[in-house]
Nanobody
Framework: QVQLVESGGGLVQAGGSLRLSCAAS????????MAWFRQVPGEEREIVSA????????YYADFVKGRFTISRDNAKNTVYLQMNRLKPEDTAVYCC?????????????????WGQGTQVTVSS
C-alpha cells in the first residue's frame, strides 16, 4: 500500500521557520519525483516546489523562491520542505505528492499520489 505521511506543520509567527517532512512507503522512493503543494480552503491547489530522483533538479514557485528549500533523503524515503521567513499568506494545508519518473527530472502536472496534508498557520 502506497502511503505518503506529512508531518512538521504547526503555528508559527511571521518571520519564523518550519520544516515539513513527508515519509513515503510502499513505493520505490528513489524512482519518484516528489513535490509539495499547498491549498487554502476555497482556492485552487498550487504547487510550491518539486524535486527529481537525485535532487539534481528542483523547482520553486516564485512566491517561495529564496525562502523555501526542498530536499530528499532516499535512504530514509523522505522528502523535506524547509520554510524560512514565513508570511501569513503562506498559511495553508501543505501536501506532498509523488510521480513515478522515467528520467531524473519532474513533470509539474504528473503528480498523482498524494498525502493527507499538514496544516501550516502563520500569524501576523
Amino acid at each position: 500500500q502506497v502511503q505518503l505521511v506529512e508531518s512538521g506543520g504547526g503555528l508559527v509567527q511571521a518571520g519564523g521557520s518550519l520544516r515539513l517532512s513527508c515519509a513515503a512507503s510502499g513505493l520505490t522512493f528513489s524512482r519518484y519525483a516528489m513535490a509539495w503543494f499547498r491549498q487554502v480552503p476555497g482556492e485552487e491547489r498550487e504547487i510550491v516546489s518539486a524535486i527529481s530522483w537525485s535532487g539534481s533538479a528542483t523547482y520553486y514557485a516564485d512566491f517561495v523562491k529564496g525562502r523555501f528549500t526542498i530536499s530528499r533523503d532516499n535512504a530514509k524515503n523522505t522528502v523535506y520542505l524547509q520554510m524560512n521567513r514565513l508570511k501569513p499568506e503562506d498559511t495553508a494545508v501543505y501536501c506532498c505528492a509523488a510521480d513515478l519518473a522515467f528520467v531524473d527530472n519532474y513533470s509539474l502536472g504528473g503528480f498523482d499520489i498524494w498525502g493527507q496534508g499538514t496544516q501550516v498557520t502563520v500569524s501576523s
